[in-house]
């Protein structure tokens, strides 16, 4: 499939960009897209959690009343979990939420992100970008031009740029990654991906 490019001032040039149909025109697998965004969050969790359990209290272990005659219900520890200031029964524990995926699944669930977003016009071609200084402004302007100033986007390069990198570090809708730094949640989750021109051909190189 053939896609327009833009260029950094918002118009559309005479240039076509061909789309490999195997990576931008699959009929997306939402089970893939799934499981590759549950282990992306996953994988973010610290899983540093932790509550004291009865072993881990402070306080005495006298026992607190005689075990018969009260009319009560027996108690000991004053540490039980049943009672205010005692421990967590079954409380969370550190644990490691993160969890393998195939490498065949997970290209599937980029190719599938890649053509859900083709398919609701929320992938744009992009000229590829060229920063002389880092300047927020100047990144700025082009989101204007592009008329994606309170849009959530996601910019896919295709190799390292450092000054297109910090001059878009400020802006807390837009995140800037290289062409074999992308994931499936990241361009699911922009409301538009813009991709230059040599990130196409970087992409279809990894992903078939």
């Known amino acids: 499939m053939e896609a327009k490019v833009y260029s950094v001032s918002g118009k559309a040039s005479s240039k076509k960009a061909t789309l490999a149909d195997e990576v931008f025109g699959i009929e997306p697998n939402n089970h893939a897209i799934y499981l590759d965004v549950k282990q992306h969050l996953a994988?973010?969790?610290q899983g540093t959690h932790k509550s004291k359990e009865r072993n881990e209290v402070s306080g005495?272990?006298?026992k607190l009343k005689r075990q018969k005659g009260t009319g009560g219900?027996?108690?000991?520890?004053?540490?039980?979990?049943?009672?205010?200031?005692?421990g967590r029964i079954f409380g969370p524990r550190p644990r490691n939420y993160s969890f393998k995926l195939n490498?065949?699944?997970?290209?599937?669930?980029?190719?599938?992100?890649?053509?859900?977003q083709m398919k609701n016009d929320a992938l744009m071609v992009l000229e590829d970008v060229n920063m002389d200084a880092?300047?927020?402004k100047d990144f700025v302007a082009m989101m204007t031009a592009l008329s994606l100033t309170n849009d959530k986007v996601l910019l896919i390069l295709g190799d390292k740029n450092d000054s297109v990198y910090l001059a878009s570090r400020n802006l807390k809708k837009v995140k800037v990654v290289t062409a074999d730094s992308f994931n499936?949640?990241?361009?699911?989750?922009?409301?538009?991906?813009l991709v230059t021109q040599t990130a196409i051909g970087r992409i279809e190189e990894i992903l078939n």
């Open 73 to 86: 219900a027996r108690a000991g520890s004053s540490k039980s979990g049943t009672r205010v200031g005692g």
């Open 43 to 45: 994988n973010k969790r």
């Open 134 to 136: 880092i300047k927020t």
């Open 60 to 62: 005495s272990t006298k």
């Open 103 to 116: 490498i065949k699944l997970k290209r599937l669930a980029r190719k599938s992100a890649f053509s859900f």
């Open 184 to 193: 499936t949640y990241d361009v699911l989750n922009a409301r538009k991906v």
